[in-house]
């Protein structure tokens, strides 16, 4: 299996910084692309940023100039520099990996189990 393990999250201030970070581990064979989703109190999960193992970015608009997404692909890792956080931020931020393990011939997602980011204002 592939697991995937978030970190970062915790309380700021409206206009503040965090970064989250996440890794992937276990038989992993190649990742393709890595992302960051997010899930707001009674809405459903969305995504937030995404960046394949070439290094193009998606975004969604909301966080377009203040969100930045990064991978090292050495260490299997995704970042989400957050930046003039929002109280609208606020979510539980899941990151998914699309990943092919060994032995198995097509990729498949792992997520992991979200870390909180509450924006206070």
């Known amino acids: 299996q592939v697991q995937v393990e978030e970190s970062g999250g915790g309380l700021v201030q409206a206009g503040g910084s965090l970064r989250l970070s996440c890794v992937a581990s276990?038989?992993?064979?190649?990742?393709?692309?890595m992302g960051w989703y997010r899930q707001a109190p009674g809405k459903q999960r969305e995504l937030v940023a995404a960046?394949?193992?070439?290094?193009?970015?998606n975004y969604a608009d909301s966080v377009k100039g203040r969100f930045t997404i990064s991978r090292d692909n050495a260490k299997r890792m995704v970042y989400l520099h957050m930046n003039s956080l929002k109280v609208e931020d606020t979510a539980v931020y899941y990151c998914?990996?699309?990943?092919?393990?060994?032995?198995?011939?097509?990729?498949?997602?792992?997520w992991g189990q979200g870390t909180l980011v509450t924006v206070s204002s």
């Open positions: 998914n990996v699309n990943a092919r393990r060994a032995f198995r011939t097509n990729a498949e997602d792992a």
């Open positions: 276990g038989s992993i064979v190649s990742i393709n692309a």
């Open positions: 960046i394949t193992s070439g290094g193009s970015t």
